[in-house]
């Protein structure tokens, strides 16, 4: 790494007064910095948006919302909070936003509360189809505090439309369960959601629709995948995900009481003293969000995600559902080889360089830490500048080192060193964008 870029000053500032956590940020950088980066809800958030996180906006308490805080010295902390605001409504087309939330799960918590009591139905995908654990897990307070009720998912290997969201059983498990709201959106679902039909089926049992646009948020920002506005009563999501900003949630609604409810449930509901540096640096992932070169980054994700989909393809693995839409996919490792695991794979890839987690697929025999799935995805690849031949290269990879691994441990060993120098130097044609940023 060159000693001048902006990278290096802050962690030789850093290591001034605490080396020892100097040092564990460095080797994440390197690793970061020399890896394939294919976890689906993971970015590389630009030198603005990170510097803009670690500014002395941290420094300040501005519990309230922008013009009614709870302490003083708040002037330029209301400003940029309605800019945060501002940014996010022109983006996503709706009119009222809160940009408060610390995470997705903060998000949907307050959202919950605005939208149901205690001990209330609602509906959406289980976890293991690729639902997210605040739908309704038995362990997270969306499955303790209400009682959820999910629609499946088909699974069908010679029938690959069958792995869709199939809205004729969303419609039948709404009309005999009566939810006071339904859920769409995932952390695990490679196809375009219907949010229109979504919300003929919500009007139809009088629930409330909210989209959980944590994943595709970045692709609905730039056009690449269809808005959850108009349909929605209120969508949630995350900030960091493929919307490449700080770590932090976002909530949006067009409609005026809904939005009371939701301030108040934010703030003092669910969360104290908001963050106002990660609020300042999701006012700049914003602006970034807005420019055009956006748009032509999002829709390059969504190439890539066919390009890598289709290398795998090529190489004997099943992607369920046939494909993508959008910058995620699912791969079926079974059709390779009935012995190979998910958990073997998201091993035997990071080995070599290649970072995955393992996932379920529909109806995965093998229990949740294990699984017979690699979800994969493609925002952080593509903010590198990874294209179409980059993707068919790691497609060669993850099948060279998976097959390796089926052969034995030595095996294994060989092909995962070979694939990392590869990787490596392949990285090195690719730098971070905070890695490369100049001082002078
Ligand atoms: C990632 C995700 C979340 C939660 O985000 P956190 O910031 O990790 O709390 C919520 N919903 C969906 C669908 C997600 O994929």
Known sequence: ???????????????????????????????????????????????????????????????????????????????VEQL?????????????ANVQPHSGAQANTAVFMSIMQPGDTFLSLVLKDGGHLSHGMNLNFSGIFYKPVHYPLHYDKDHPEHEQIDYDAVRQVALETKPKAILCGYSAYPRVIDFARFRQIA??????????????????????????FPHAHVVTTTTHKSLRGPRGGLIMTNEEELNKLINRNVFPGVQGGPLMHIITAKAVA????????????????????RALAAALQKHGYRITSGGTDNHLMLVDLTAKSDDLTGKDAEKWLEGAGIITNKNGIPDDP?????????????PATTTRGFTEPEMERIGAWIDRV?????????????ESDKVRSEIRALCERFPLPHATLETA
């Open 203 to 228: 009007d139809e049992v009088g629930a409330v629709l909210m989209a959980d646009i944590a994943h595709i948020a970045g692709l609905v920002a730039a056009g690449v995948h269809p808005s959850p």
């Open 84 to 96: 945060a605001r501002d940014r996010a409504k022109e983006l996503f087309g709706c009119k009222f």
């Open 366 to 378: 093998r229990p949740p830490m294990i699984t017979s799935g690699l979800r994969l995805g493609t």
């Open 402 to 414: 998976l097959s390796a691994g089926l052969k034995g441990e030595s095996e294994l060993a060989a």
């Open 1 to 79: 790494m060159a000693h001048d870029t902006l990278d290096r000053l802050i962690l030789d500032h850093i290591a001034r007064s605490d080396p020892e956590v100097a040092s564990i940020v460095a080797a994440e950088a390197e690793r970061q910095e020399h890896t394939i980066e294919l976890i689906a809800s993971e970015n590389h958030a630009s030198p603005a948006v990170m510097l803009a996180a670690g500014t002395c906006m941290t420094n300040k308490y501005a519990e309230g919302y922008p013009g009614r805080r709870y302490y003083g010295g708040c002037e330029h902390h209301d400003k």
């Open 286 to 305: 914003f602006g970034e969000a807005l420019r055009p070169e956006f748009q032509a980054y999002q829709q390059q994700v969504v190439k890539n995600a």
